[in-house]
């Protein structure tokens, strides 16, 4: 079973900082990898898919790099809408998520 | 728009079996791109898929729940289902339907989600 680990666990920001999430698999996933983004009290919503392709409507500060065994998401310029957790997601045998990051206001 | 529904008992006795349904509008069930999911999260938890199924009745579950679980579909109504057997306080959680796509992977949209309790 392929373990996806994410870091930091929480990245303390302010609104116009870029922030870096981190997503190491434990094995290659080659680029079958997705982001999502999770509000409190709400489902999660899909950011990217395939490491690098953003769904639609999702906006262009949003952008994910890596393959094989590391990861990155990137938010260019953080809004306020964007403080949440953030998750990723593979699919190997069946899909499996990395334990979040926490994006909080500094 | 797709939007996806879940409805069932918010509250479930330990060892008992509870079930769930997804009501999908927008998008018709017997897609033969897309798979109907449910997933997980305990409470102030990460994520955990249980399994899907094609319009076809297929299915393919999580093996640490297969034993446990069983994931229906009814095309008439649009709806697809989950049913959970013997259920202890480590399954209280919410529970989410939502669609998947394999080629690409993604899960989107989800539903809501609704919250079941596993409590006497």
């Known amino acids: 079973e392929i373990v996806l680990t994410q870091s930091p666990a929480t990245l303390s920001l302010s609104p116009g900082d870029r922030a870096t999430l981190s997503c190491r698999a434990s094995q290659s996933v080659s680029s079958y990898l997705a982001w999502y983004q999770q509000k409190p009290g709400q489902a999660p919503r899909l950011l990217i898919y395939?490491?690098?392709n953003r769904a639609t409507g999702i906006p262009a500060r949003f952008s994910g790099s890596g393959s094989g065994t590391d990861f990155t998401l990137t938010i260019s310029s953080l809004e306020p809408e964007d403080f949440a957790v953030y998750y990723c997601q593979q699919r190997s045998t069946w899909p499996l998520f990395g334990g979040g990051t926490k994006v909080e206001i500094k | 728009q797709v939007q996806l529904q879940e409805s069932g008992p918010g509250l479930v006795k330990p060892s008992q079996t509870f079930s769930l349904t997804c009501t999908v509008s927008?998008?018709?069930?017997?897609?033969?791109?897309?798979?109907w999911s449910w997933i997980r999260q305990h409470p102030g938890k990460g994520l955990e898929w249980i399994g899907y199924?094609?319009?076809?009745?297929?299915?393919y579950y999580n093996p640490s729940l297969e034993s446990r679980v069983t994931i229906s579909v009814d095309t008439s109504k649009n709806q697809f289902s989950l049913k959970l057997t013997s259920v202890t306080a480590a399954d209280t959680a919410v529970y989410y339907c939502?669609?998947?796509?394999?080629?690409?992977?993604?899960?989107?949209?989800w539903g809501q989600g609704t919250l079941v309790t596993v409590s006497s």
């Open positions: 939502a669609r998947e796509r394999l080629f690409p992977h993604w899960i989107d949209p």
């Open positions: 199924i094609y319009y076809s009745g297929s299915t």
């Open positions: 927008g998008a018709s069930i017997n897609s033969t791109i897309y798979y």
């Open positions: 395939d490491a690098s």
